[in-house]
Nanobody
Framework: VQLQASGGGVVQAGGSLRLSCAAS????????MGWYRQAPGKQRELVST???????NYADSVKGRFTISRDNAKNTVYLQMNSLKPEDTAVYYC???????????????WGQGTQVTVSS
């Protein structure tokens, strides 16, 4: 199973970016999917998660600005980021809890990370 993240880049404060993360490989189903970020010198932190039925969770710092969504048919999770701030600058990682078959327990997978840089 591989998670391929894309959509990062450089944007001015107040701008928007949309991240995508597609899971591929031997996948029976995907449970929770989400996004985390890690800024230089800081620990990785949760940004947002979404369950397979669409329930969402957000860090307080991004509520009202970021929106997570997913396409279950494509095993893909998205993060729409609006009103970006310099403090949102980080490497963003996607995560997915994947079930590979009915006989295997779910396991967490990480994407490779995509850089988001917000200039002031």
């Amino acid at each position: 199973v591989q998670l391929q993240a894309s959509g990062g880049g450089v944007v001015q404060a107040g701008g928007s970016l949309r991240l995508s993360c597609a899971a591929s490989g031997s996948i029976f189903s995907a449970n929770d999917m989400g996004w985390y970020r890690q800024a230089p010198g800081k620990q990785r932190e949760l940004v947002s998660t979404i369950t397979s039925t669409g329930s969402t969770n957000y860090a307080d710092s991004v509520k009202g600005r970021f929106t997570i969504s997913r396409d279950n048919a494509k095993n893909t999770v998205y993060l729409q980021m609006n009103s970006l701030k310099p403090e949102d600058t980080a490497v963003y990682y996607c995560n997915a809890d994947i079930v590979r078959s009915v006989t295997m327990p779910p396991r967490g997978y990480w994407g490779q990370g995509t850089q988001v840089t917000v200039s002031s």
